[in-house]
């Protein structure tokens, strides 16, 4: 993969299959990031596999050789801090972040959420818009902070829920939505036209009261 001397250094956390890590090394070039590295808890995920076929150096770090929250949150500070001061991405990474690494990387730690934040944080969501008859679901990028999934948010994709989607047909749906609008946003930072500042979003030099919305395209 090729670098310019520019690019946003940006560490990418991972748990699963990768479909956002990959995403945003197909479009990386584009979007003036260089991806320093991927790091997993989990030493079987697909990510690291999507990482290492472009050329991206891997790490993992495992709750099991980190039992503490402590422990384990120091751990991937290290490891994230070899890189100097990095956009962390979260893309599909399953552990909860302690006080202490969140305070470290606020501002410039970010994370995709399937659903329209605040609506269905947490886990499930897919299922949960089902259960609770949404006609609309989507997915939302946020800063990330103390409190789950209630980061200040940026950018979100509504989508809408058909008469006949399960929860797979409905996942799919969203994450091609996901693909959109998370490489979307991380270019937005790269480029200088999003920060957090005093707890607020600020894009292009204005806060960002609401969130951009990225329209339903069939």
Request: glycine letters at 8%.
């Amino acid at each position: 993969m090729s670098r310019t001397a520019s690019a946003l250094p940006v560490v990418v956390l991972v748990s699963g299959n990768g479909s956002n890590l990959q995403a945003i090394l197909d479009k990386a070039k584009a979007l003036d990031v260089e991806v320093r590295e991927v790091i997993s808890d989990k030493p079987q995920a697909r990510a690291l596999e999507r990482a290492r076929a472009a050329g991206i150096p891997t790490s993992v770090i495992t709750a099991t050789d980190h039992l503490a929250q402590d422990a384990y949150d120091r751990a991937l500070m290290q490891a994230i801090d070899l890189h100097g001061e990095p956009l962390v991405i979260l893309a599909g990474f399953m552990r909860i972040l302690g006080a202490d690494f969140v305070r470290r990387y606020a501002g410039r730690l970010l994370n995709i959420h399937p659903s329209l934040l605040p609506r269905h944080r947490g886990l499930h969501t897919h299922r949960r818009a089902l259960e609770a008859g949404d006609t609309q679901h989507g997915c939302s990028v946020h800063f990330v902070t103390l409190e789950l999934d209630a980061g200040q948010v940026i950018a979100q994709a509504p989508v809408p829920v058909k008469k006949d989607d399960d929860e797979a047909a409905l996942r799919v749906r969203v994450q091609a939505r996901e693909h959109v609008i998370y490489p979307e946003v991380i270019g937005w930072f790269a480029g200088g036209r999003l920060r957090l500042e005093d707890g607020r979003v600020m894009f292009d030099g204005a806060p960002l009261d609401v969130p951009k919305i990225f329209p339903w395209q069939e």
